[in-house]
């Protein structure tokens, strides 16, 4: 029997913490890796010292995972957050949002070589989904990934990728990006209270997007990912203007109520000079658990046809998939693990290595 990310899940729900709840229940599980019968994981606790005080638990969760049903050898980690600074006067504000600056023209952050932007027609198409896991793959096959969360409205990559954190602005204008799944990462849901809605204009959007790219240290990169807003809008646009974009990836659905505006974000990009460098046909189909059979829910064939019409390459077709949600929901994207649906992603990111796009 292999393991799954579930079984050791649920095993580790079954390690209590001194002071109520579980590691589970506390978020304090990183990365988990299953190879074969061998699986890694990491422990995160919140203070040095709440570590220190840990090993028990450690223990534990080690034993723990090792009764799982095909587990013959367990790897713990067990790291901390750093304590927090005791500033002795108030940290540098960073207001995100305002006026764009004037530029000569297009730019791309120091360091970074590539920047993707992933794009759709319409929202629910799975677009964010498909950004953080095709990050995560990348990162996994030994890329240096950046991941910019570009939906304002509708940021999801935090909770997607597991983070919950402020960056960091030591002068109040540079912004520290923050890490997750070996991926570079931020977004504006970093910098707004969850659960309030983003209600600016255009112009406050186009400046936040202007400092997300310009003001982050996104460090080296071979890549930048930007996971845009559904639509054809004030996002789309002053990406399109303003960076030095290598191309972009469409994400659709088959149906043909979703083609149609595929189309339209397909006619954007071309209307905007910037290269369509493939479609991801997501949601393709449901395998049922329980026989194996396939069902085609949103029909079938409809990216496929259209990006032959288009002479573009499709890059991949990705199931409708139960695991992919769950893991989405809790942090970890499914990428990161083992399996069918991480296997799909990771040839995703292997033809975009290949092709020179990544």
Known sequence: MTPTADLITAALKRVSLPDGGDL?????????????????????????EAAQAMTPVREAAQAAVAAVPG?????????????????????????????????????KPSGVQRILAIGSGKGGV????????LAVALARQGRKVGLLDADIYGPSQPRMMGVNKRPAS?????????QAHGVTLMSIGFMMEEGKAVVWRGP????????????????ELDVLLVDLPPGTGDVQLTLCTKSELTGAIVVSTPQDV???DARKALDMF??????????IENMSMFVCPDCGAQHEIFGTGGVAAEAQKMGVPLLGALPIDLETRLAGDNGTPVAAGEGPMAEAYAKIARGLIDGGMA
Request: charged share 15%; aromatic share 2%.
């Open 258 to 260: 979703a083609l149609i």
């Open 126 to 133: 799975g677009k964010s989904t498909v950004s953080s896991n």
């Open 270 to 279: 071309k209307t905007l000079k910037t290269p369509v460098l493939g479609l």
């Open 71 to 107: 587990v013959d050898s367990v790897q713990v980690a067990l790291t901390a957050h750093g304590p927090a600074a005791k500033p002795s006067t108030p940290p540098p504000s960073l207001k995100i949002g305002g006026h764009p600056k004037p530029q000569d023209g297009p730019t």
């Open 24 to 48: 589970v229940s506390r978020d304090m599980i990183r990365a988990i890796q299953i190879d074969g019968a061998a699986v890694r994981f990491v422990i995160e606790a919140p203070t040095p």
């Open 170 to 178: 030591p002068d109040g204008k540079t912004i520290i990006p923050l």
């Open 204 to 219: 406050m959007l186009m400046g936040a997007l202007q400092q997300m790219l310009g003001q982050v240290q996104w460090g």
